[in-house]
């Protein structure tokens, strides 16, 4: 049977994802704050394997615990973002598989997404060409997505004879671009354009193939200058309040604001706006 459970101390690689983290099934470089994964099988069009699946999620529960990273970019080599599954590697086995291993491996591509929502760095998705599939749900899992003209992002679950509901899809791709949107991508399996995907809000900004790179750095580095600490409470209070009434979102606003304050960073600003400086945050 096929493991994809990790073992082990949860704290365990907490101090991994810095300058010195070595990926093995993808790329991850690390700059001023900012960690890059780059998913590099351009040859195939950047498909996902076990072992990526499980490394990813791997280092996205990491990140939890790597304050050094303050903002993450998520990219694929080759002009490609990620073609999903890769056929020959994931949805063959499958086919061979019993019925408590698929659902091992359904749970496990499922916490993929939710470390990635539950990291709190803000991540950044820099979209070219093929998104589909797992590729499309790991965009979809981004905080930030930025595209390019050639992105042709398509949710193909229904194409392998799978429900829609996958990964999250029917949670997350509704509150992204509306109910009536999701749903006819889920049902048909379509690709959305880039164009569509920038009207719906799917993206939030279109660039040109050879400055797309640079320029979802260039956010994540100004996201990384800003206070972390309390990024990451805006990002847990994003994915939160989705189930709160309004009453209990004020609430647990006031909570999260009332602890914000109590930051260095908090300080740092005011001391900063009172000598008409410009704050430098240190994210605590």
């Known amino acids: 049977m096929k493991h994809f459970i990790g073992a082990g101390n949860p704290?365990?690689?907490?101090?991994e994802p810095k300058a010195g983290y070595r990926a093995e099934h993808f790329s991850w470089a690390f700059a001023d704050g900012v960690g890059t994964v780059t998913l590099n099988r351009?040859?195939?069009?950047?498909?996902?394997?076990?072992?990526?699946?499980?490394e990813l999620r791997d280092l996205f529960r990491a990140l939890v615990?790597?304050?050094?990273?303050?903002?993450?970019?998520?990219?694929?080599?080759?002009?490609?973002?990620?073609?999903?599954?890769?056929?020959?590697?994931?949805?063959?086995?499958?086919?061979?598989m019993?019925?408590?291993?698929?659902?091992?491996?359904?749970?496990?591509?499922?916490?993929?997404?939710?470390?990635?929502?539950?990291?709190?760095?803000?991540?950044?998705?820099?979209?070219?060409g093929v998104c589909a599939g797992a590729g499309a749900m790991i965009a979809l899992a981004c905080d930030l997505r930025l595209g390019t003209?050639?992105?042709?992002?398509?949710?193909?679950?229904?194409?392998?004879?799978l429900a829609g509901a996958d990964m999250g899809?029917?949670?997350?791709?509704?509150?992204?671009?509306?109910?009536?949107?999701?749903?006819?991508?889920?049902f048909t399996g379509r690709a959305m354009t880039a164009q569509e995907g920038l009207a719906w809000g799917f993206f939030n900004a279109l660039h040109e193939g050879e400055q797309l790179l640079a320029k979802a750095t260039e956010m994540a580095r100004r996201i990384a200058e800003g206070p972390s600490f309390a990024h990451g409470m805006t990002k847990t209070m994003l994915s939160q309040e989705w189930?709160?009434?309004?009453?209990?979102?004020?609430?647990?606003?006031?909570?999260?604001?009332?602890?914000?304050?109590?930051?260095?960073?908090?300080?740092?600003?005011?001391?900063a706006f009172s000598a008409k400086q410009t704050p430098v945050f240190g994210g605590d």
């Open 149 to 161: 003209d050639k992105a042709k992002t398509a949710f193909l679950f229904t194409r392998v004879g």
């Open 98 to 128: 019993t019925m408590p291993e698929m659902l091992e491996f359904t749970r496990m591509t499922g916490d993929l997404v939710k470390a990635i929502r539950q990291c709190p760095q803000p991540i950044i998705g820099a979209i070219d």
């Open 11 to 15: 704290m365990r690689g907490q101090f």
């Open 243 to 271: 189930s709160m009434t309004i009453e209990q979102a004020i609430e647990a606003e006031a909570q999260a604001q009332a602890i914000c304050m109590q930051t260095q960073d908090f300080k740092r600003a005011y001391e």
């Open 169 to 186: 899809a029917c949670a997350l791709l509704p509150r992204a671009i509306g109910q009536g949107r999701a749903s006819e991508l889920l």
């Open 42 to 54: 351009p040859e195939r069009k950047n498909p996902l394997t076990f072992d990526s699946y499980a």
């Open 65 to 96: 615990y790597a304050t050094d990273v303050k903002a993450v970019v998520i990219t694929g080599a080759g002009g490609n973002f990620c073609s999903g599954g890769d056929v020959h590697d994931i949805i063959g086995p499958l086919t061979r």
